[in-house]
C-alpha cells in the first residue's frame, strides 16, 4: 500500500511539473517595448574640450621625451651608463606609443567632425 502511494505521488507530481511547463511556454513573450531604454546624447562642447585636453597631454608627452632625451645624453656624457640605458628603453617605449596616440586622436578628431558639425 505504501509503494502505490508512493509511485501516486510522484505521478501527481510529474503531472503538475509538465503541466505547469507547458502551460508557462504557451504564455506569449513579453512586448520588446518593456524593457529600459537607453539613448546616447553627444554633447559637442564636451567632447571638443576633451579633445583638447588629448591634444594637450600629448604635446606635453612630446616635450617631456625631449627633455629626458636631453638628460639621457647627460648621462651618457657623465658616465653613467645604466641611468642612461633605462632612460633609452623609456624614450623608446613613448616614441613607439605616440604615433598610436596621435592616430587615436585623428580618428575621434574625425568623429566628432562627423557627429558635430561645425554651425
Do not use: H, W, Y
Not at 508512493?6 to 509538465?18: P, Q
Not at 588629448?54 to 645624453?73: C, F, G, L, W, Y
Amino acid at each position: 500500500m505504501k509503494f502505490t502511494k508512493t509511485i501516486a505521488a510522484v505521478s501527481l507530481a510529474g503531472i503538475i511539473a509538465l503541466g505547469g511547463a507547458s502551460m508557462a511556454s504557451a504564455q506569449s513573450a513579453p512586448p520588446a517595448d518593456s524593457g529600459p531604454s537607453f539613448t546616447v546624447t553627444v554633447s559637442c562642447a564636451k567632447a571638443e574640450a576633451r579633445l583638447d585636453e588629448m591634444k594637450t597631454k600629448v604635446a606635453n608627452a612630446e616635450d617631456r621625451v625631449a627633455q629626458a632625451t636631453t638628460k639621457r645624453d647627460e648621462l651618457a656624457a657623465a658616465g653613467r651608463t645604466k641611468a642612461a640605458d633605462f632612460l633609452t628603453t623609456r624614450i623608446d617605449r613613448a616614441n613607439e606609443r605616440l604615433p598610436q596616440v596621435e592616430a587615436r586622436i585623428e580618428k575621434l578628431g574625425s568623429l566628432l567632425a562627423e557627429k558635430c558639425p561645425a554651425a
